[in-house]
């Protein structure tokens, strides 16, 4: 099979080309920072109407905040006007508190007077309809000609805790803090849920951005990432108006040396069609997001309460380095319990060091120490507990973990115990790299002088053992972006439109591309595939070949261990029976039978709003039971392939193989020949090898589908009896 030179596109696809241009930084500001805001539909007579007003004087908001209402002649107290128009001078913001038919109308007098931003709540003041649709439209085509930023529709707006400007819909409590985790999210319910947390995450601003028809978490992810008062962002997202944006705007807060964290929804069937029924935004596989997103640098979290928990520990401005980790606790049953979901987040609890169990043990000569360590009953607890704690923060970890049960509604003994453990967990990591934590393995509120005495020291207070180890877990083993590729595919086979992809033509396209593939030949007749069979002088394979034939070996049409003519004739009198049984018309396929000791699956799929992925799993026919698959979005080299491998299951069991390890390199170079296929020939969807057999000097590709847009007329197919050279271009380009 000739092969040539093909150019290739590395656009990743899945990207919209009539999205509106972003927002200016200047409007962004505006944003998120206004200095003035113009409620438009403010009423004494509704909550909405004037919460904003006192929002931003509860939180102390020194710009301006002008109720706009024809209908009367003051808002609590504070005089309105009866049009944005007879504003002395814009305001940076305004919120159109109105029904849907006058959005645009809002936001088109808005921008004519010079407003930096518009936003549009939801709350029954824009609707789910055909109406909001058109809505979404028209704002966009605004925005676009004259650069005003639109939050929404369908949010609740802005918390912005640096400026105490609230344009917001939601009660704003007093609480809520001010720190440097910013907050993203598309459901306004997360954002009430975040801005909600009695001041458990010190926040710098919260963004409800709704349906995104404008301003999207992109955006707002580059302005935190330049934004001087923001370390670290969460982010919770149900859908992407743009998914490579997205990506690209987390590495740029990655690069300024911030934290994303990130909870998405859409693993479930049930939630994919919530997420289109809500944002009308369609939610890519699970899977896809999530490796998209780590490659990106993203942290992510599996539920809200993981995100707040990550929250919490970001906004303390510390920094999680490593998952190396020492608990202090006062129970054996805990400290058994949290070694068992340490072990589930990935945490290491290292064995203590002489240096450490050393000098406890000589004074406490009963004092069993390990890790995690309970000092409980040994001594009087103001005595042991000290030297417990400072011991563990000695021994250079990252983390030490004080856990005790910590409720508001406890005895006053045990609400000072843990006061007093919290002194001496700040005292002993005091100038150390060590993350404190204090721990209640159980999820009730804690004291509130506790939760003050932690705030005032940098201290993450956590609650739920499973929940907290798991976000602990999760920070340590976050991993920087991972390098964008960007090289050119190396030589690929040219298709002709006119190729029909069964398996063996997918084959022999994926041999032409490096893959290793077992000799194989197409017949017609079980006489012609006996004659094969003796010909290959081994133990072969028949099978059926048709176009779009899948699942093979479910309907009869795979026979194996075939050795001899009077096999092969039989074994082909059987598939053609199977065929023939399930109203199928197919030809023979004899294939050299491959040996080894453990079947992979290796994938390609161009995803809608991902791009290129490339996949790679266990395989053979439990692979859609089994569904253990790793996966990278965008294009692959060799380098890339192994850091796949090395983060999979299946790679790990391929490194730790009994008898040596199996042949890593080959599966390394098959991923990449893939990617390098689909790159090259954008009208493919999907590629499939599975399973690829892997042995300890070779990975053989045994059965292939490629799956194209645009399927050839079958009728225009026509079969050579051996190998298909119509499938292969001699020398064109797709």
Same mark, same amino acid.
């Given at each position: 099979m000739p092969l040539v030179e093909q150019p290739v596109s590395l656009d990743p696809g899945g990207m919209d080309a009539s999205r509106p241009s972003h927002p200016s930084q200047t409007a962004l500001a505006a944003t998120l920072r206004p200095r003035s805001?113009?409620?438009?539909?403010?009423?004494?007579?509704?909550?909405?109407?004037?919460?904003?007003?006192?929002?931003?004087?509860?939180?102390? /908001?020194?710009?301006?905040?002008?109720?706009v209402n024809g209908k009367y002649a003051d808002v609590a107290g504070v005089p309105t006007v009866g049009s944005l128009s007879d504003l002395p001078t814009a305001p940076d913001a305004v919120v159109a508190l109105v029904g849907t038919a006058r959005v645009q109308a809002i936001a088109e007098e808005a921008a004519a007077i010079g407003a930096g931003a518009v936003i549009v709540p939801g709350g029954g003041f824009t609707d789910s309809g055909g109406a909001a649709t058109d809505l979404g439209?028209?704002?966009?085509?605004?925005?676009?000609?004259?650069?005003?930023?639109?939050?929404?529709?369908?949010? %609740?707006?802005?918390?912005?805790?640096?400026?105490?400007? %609230?344009?917001?819909?939601?009660?704003?409590?007093?609480?809520?803090?001010?720190?440097?985790?910013?907050?993203?999210?598309?459901?306004?319910?997360?954002?009430?849920?975040?801005?909600?947390?009695?001041?458990?995450?010190?926040?710098?601003?919260?963004?409800?951005?709704g349906a995104e028809v404008v301003t999207t978490t992109a955006d707002y992810l580059r302005f935190f990432a330049a934004d001087p008062e923001t370390t670290a962002v969460l982010v919770f997202i149900e859908g992407f108006a743009d998914a490579q944006d997205v990506l690209a705007a987390a590495r +740029?807060?990655?690069?300024?040396?911030?934290?994303?964290?990130?909870?998405?929804?859409?693993?479930?069937?049930?939630?994919?069609?919530?997420?289109?029924?809500?944002?009308?935004?369609?939610?890519?596989? &699970?899977?896809?997001?999530?490796?998209?997103?780590?490659?990106?640098?993203?942290?992510?979290?599996?539920?809200?309460? +993981?995100?707040?928990?990550?929250? +919490?520990?970001?906004?303390t401005g510390r920094r999680v380095r490593g998952a190396r980790t020492h608990i202090v606790t006062n129970s054996g049953g805990e400290a058994n319990l949290l070694s068992d979901l340490a072990e589930d987040a990935a945490l290491d609890l290292p064995?203590?060091?002489?240096?450490?169990?050393?000098?406890?043990?000589?004074?406490?000569?009963?004092?069993?120490?390990?890790?995690?360590?309970?000092?409980w009953g040994v001594d009087d607890y103001t005595a042991v507990y000290p030297a417990a704690i400072d011991s563990l923060a000695r021994e250079g970890g990252d983390i030490v973990i004080v856990s005790q049960d910590q409720q508001a509604t406890a005895g006053e003994y045990e609400r000072q115990? =843990?006061?007093?453990?919290?002194?001496?967990?700040?005292?002993?990591?005091? &100038?150390?790299?060590?993350?404190?934590? %204090?721990?209640?393995?159980?999820?009730?509120?804690?004291?509130?002088?506790?939760?003050?005495?932690c705030r005032d020291n940098d201290i993450p207070l956590l609650r739920g053992a499973r929940g907290a180890l798991r976000a602990l877990g999760s920070l340590a083993h976050r991993t920087p972006p991972e390098p964008v590729v960007t090289r050119a595919p190396a030589r690929v086979a040219a298709?002709?439109?006119?190729? +029909?992809?069964?398996?063996?033509?997918?084959?022999?396209?994926?041999?032409?591309?490096?893959?290793?593939?077992?000799?194989?030949?197409?017949?017609?007749?079980?006489?012609?595939?006996?004659?094969?069979?003796?010909? /290959?002088?081994?133990?072969?394979?028949?099978?059926?070949?048709?176009?779009?034939?899948?699942?093979?070996?479910?309907? =009869?049409?795979?026979?194996?261990?075939?050795?001899?003519?009077?096999?092969?004739?039989?074994?082909?009198?059987?598939?053609?029976?199977?065929?023939?049984?399930?109203?199928?018309?197919?030809?023979?396929?004899?294939?050299?039978?491959?040996?080894?000791?453990?079947?992979?699956?290796? =994938?390609?799929?161009?995803?809608?709003?991902f791009g290129p992925t490339t996949i790679v799993g266990l395989g053979g026919v439990w692979a859609e039971l089994l569904d253990s698959v790793s996966a990278h979005v965008g294009a692959l080299d060799l380098h890339a392939a192994h850091r796949l491998l090395g983060g999979s299951h299946v790679g790990r069991m391929m490194r730790e193989a009994r008898g040596g390890a199996l042949d890593l390199e080959a599966v390394a170079r098959a991923l990449v020949a893939v990617s390098d296929l689909g790159l090259a020939h954008p009208e493919i969807v999907a590629i499939d090898i599975n399973p690829i057999i892997v042995g300890r000097d070779r990975a053989v590709a045994v059965d292939a589908v490629i799956e194209r847009v645009h399927a050839p007329d079958p009728e225009s197919i026509t079969h050579d009896s051996t190998i298909p050279a119509h499938a292969v271009n001699q020398g064109a380009t797709p």
């Open positions: 805001i113009a409620v438009v539909g403010a009423s004494p007579r509704s909550f909405a109407g004037q919460i904003v007003q006192r929002n931003c004087s509860d939180h102390r /908001f020194e710009g301006l905040v002008v109720p439209a028209s704002l966009a085509t605004l925005s676009d000609v004259t650069g005003i930023s639109v939050v929404g529709p369908n949010c %609740m707006g802005i918390v912005d805790l640096v400026t105490g400007a %609230m344009p917001y819909i939601g009660t704003v409590p007093r609480d809520t803090r001010r720190g440097g985790v910013a907050a993203i999210a598309q459901s306004g319910a997360v954002i009430e849920a975040l801005v909600s947390a009695g001041g458990r995450i010190p926040f710098s601003t919260l963004v409800s951005s +740029e807060v990655a690069d300024a040396g911030k934290i994303v964290a990130a909870c998405f929804v859409g693993r479930s069937a049930k939630a994919r069609d919530g997420i289109l029924a809500h944002s009308g935004k369609l939610a890519p596989s &699970a899977r896809v997001t999530a490796a998209a997103l780590r490659q990106s640098g993203v942290v992510l979290a599996e539920d809200l309460d +993981e995100l707040i928990t990550i929250g +919490e520990i970001l906004g064995d203590l060091t002489p240096t450490a169990s050393a000098p406890l043990s000589e004074q406490w000569p009963a004092f069993h120490t390990a890790n995690p360590l309970d000092p115990l =843990g006061l007093d453990l919290a002194q001496y967990l700040a005292d002993a990591t005091r &100038a150390r790299d060590t993350v404190p934590v %204090m721990l209640s393995p159980t999820s009730q509120d804690p004291d509130p002088r506790l939760s003050a005495f298709i002709t439109d006119a190729a +029909e992809l069964t398996e063996d033509v997918a084959l022999e396209i994926l041999g032409a591309c490096g893959v290793q593939t077992p000799r194989q030949e197409r017949v017609r007749t079980p006489d012609q595939a006996a004659a094969t069979a003796a010909g /290959f002088g081994g133990p072969v394979v028949i099978k059926a070949v048709a176009d779009g034939l899948l699942h093979k070996s479910d309907l =009869g049409l795979v026979v194996t261990d075939v050795v001899g003519q009077e096999a092969a004739l039989g074994a082909a009198r059987q598939v053609l029976d199977a065929a023939s049984t399930a109203g199928l018309d197919v030809e023979l396929l004899v294939v050299e039978q491959i040996t080894g000791s453990l079947d992979v699956v290796v =994938g390609y799929k161009r995803d809608p709003q």
